[in-house]
Antibody
């Protein structure tokens, strides 16, 4: 069974950097899946942050692109998120997830999600 | 950027049919995925590629598209279906994923 687990500080100071890691088990991070981050502000909807392939190729939400970076550590079966210059608006539950392998040309769905990690931006 | 519009809430009596819409420009040309999210939990895929169901999802869940609207239909609604539902598409102009704002389904 595929399992994803987020880890990282639950509290980040304003103007600081948010760093989260997602550990993947039950699947190879070097497979043909993209690995993605989605966040959800308290009481709000889902916001796609970006995604990364095991080669290191990335695709970021344009609204966050200047502050976001993602990386992959294949030896640890992990992928990570960094978000710089955070403000209270970045307070959210951050989910890591796996995008399923496309069966054709159509963009595939997210098939596995982590449980989510609450990150609060506050001094 | 591409926008998906969902009604904030839908209410339905048990045993009835719930229809949750997702509007977007030219959505007919895009592949729509639907997720169910219960409080305190991660989203769960319930419909993918417009109208396919993952294993383990009841046949009561179905998807369709017409014009600029995609619809998630839940037949014979049960109390356990009460949740937030999100549609998702890929904006192929920039390969960005987009979620609708979400619809809270209340079972009366």
């Amino acid at each position: 069974q595929v399992h994803l687990q987020e880890s990282g500080p639950g509290l980040v100071k304003p103007s600081g950097t948010l760093s989260l890691t997602c550990t993947v088990s039950g699947a190879s991070i070097s497979s043909d899946n993209w690995w993605t981050w989605v966040r959800q502000s308290p009481g709000k909807g889902l916001e796609w942050i970006g995604e990364i392939f095991h080669s290191g190729r990335t695709n970021y939400n344009a609204s966050l692109k200047s502050r976001v970076s993602m990386s992959v550590d294949k030896s640890e079966s992990q992928f990570s998120l960094r978000l710089t210059s955070v403000t209270a608006a970045d307070t959210a539950i951050y989910f890591c997830a796996r995008v399923s392998v496309p069966g054709g040309e159509l963009p595939p769905p997210i098939d596995y999600w982590g449980q989510g990690a609450l990150v609060t931006v506050s001094s | 950027s591409y926008i998906l519009t969902q009604p904030p809430s839908v209410s339905v009596a048990p045993g009835k049919t719930a229809r949750i819409t997702c509007g977007g420009n030219n959505i007919g040309s895009k592949s729509v995925h639907w997720y169910q999210q219960k409080p305190g939990q991660a989203p769960v895929l319930v419909i993918y590629y417009d109208n396919d169901r993952p294993s383990g999802i009841p046949e009561r869940f179905s998807g369709s598209k017409s014009g600029n609207t995609a619809t998630l239909t839940i037949s014979r609604v049960e109390a356990g279906d009460e949740a937030d539902y999100y549609c998702q598409v890929c904006d192929t102009s920039n390969d960005h994923w987009v979620f609708g704002g979400g619809t809270k389904l209340t079972v009366l």
